[in-house]
């Protein structure tokens, strides 16, 4: 997000995290750009979900660029996967993607333009362990990225896919950067160093831009040579 707001774009973001998204605006603060807006939004929820963004597409009725953003890797065992936790892996991680994309896709319609970018990971392709229900939703957001792309090339609307590796964002190093785990990182990875947020974000701006015009239904991997 901060990418975008500080080459100028109008920023509009959903979470349920408040005093986050308070903390964020601050941050992105800087002269001469528009600060990102904040709605409070539940994304595992679609009913919420589909009550916000009418709100939201009345002030701002063409959204060029959506980025499907959220998720949650929380760890867990093949054995203690329940049906409500299944339910739960698949909204955050997948369910929501399909239905902000539905959201959005009127007004880029009406515009002929836009681009939809739908997080997914390596995850999938490795494959990662003890994260099954987590791998199931990438693995599919890859498929959904393909779907919507050709229904709705012709109106002018490019819908791709970025699979991140291991990026050390704030959330990967309070929770899963062991010293085991950079070991791992580093054995597999092709280049022997650290991937940052801000260069999966140059990605993102670059599918969001007209410089990549020409490029839908592709997925791009992002890893340091790990796949």
């Not at 996967?81 to 880029?108: H, R, S």
């Amino acid at each position: 997000m901060e990418a975008f707001v500080r080459q100028g774009s109008h920023v509009l973001f959903l979470d349920i995290q408040d005093d986050a998204a308070r903390s964020l605006i601050q941050k992105c603060h800087q002269p001469e750009c528009t600060p990102p807006e904040y709605f409070h939004c539940d994304l595992t929820n679609t009913s919420e979900l589909q009550s916000v963004m009418p709100d939201l597409l009345c002030s701002f009725p063409t959204i060029e660029v959506l980025v499907n953003n959220a998720g949650n890797d929380k760890r867990h065992q093949l054995e203690e996967v329940t049906p409500d936790f299944w339910d739960w892996c698949m909204q955050i991680n997948l369910k929501q993607q399909f239905f902000m994309a539905q959201a959005a896709l009127p007004g880029m319609r009406r515009a002929k333009r836009g681009s939809i970018i739908n997080m997914s990971s390596i995850g999938w392709v490795i494959p990662s362990t003890g994260i099954p229900v987590y791998v199931t939703a990438k693995a599919a957001i890859v498929g959904m990225t393909r779907a919507l792309a050709h229904e709705v090339g012709a109106d002018g609307i490019r819908v791709n896919c970025v699979m991140p590796g291991a990026i050390v964002t704030e959330k990967q190093r309070k929770l899963w950067f062991t010293e085991e785990y950079k070991k791992e990182i580093m054995a597999r990875q092709a280049i022997k160093r650290d991937i940052q947020p801000e260069e999966v974000a140059k990605l993102i701006l670059f599918l969001a831009s007209d410089e990549s015009l020409a490029i839908t239904n592709q997925s791009f991997i992002i890893d340091a040579g790990w796949v």
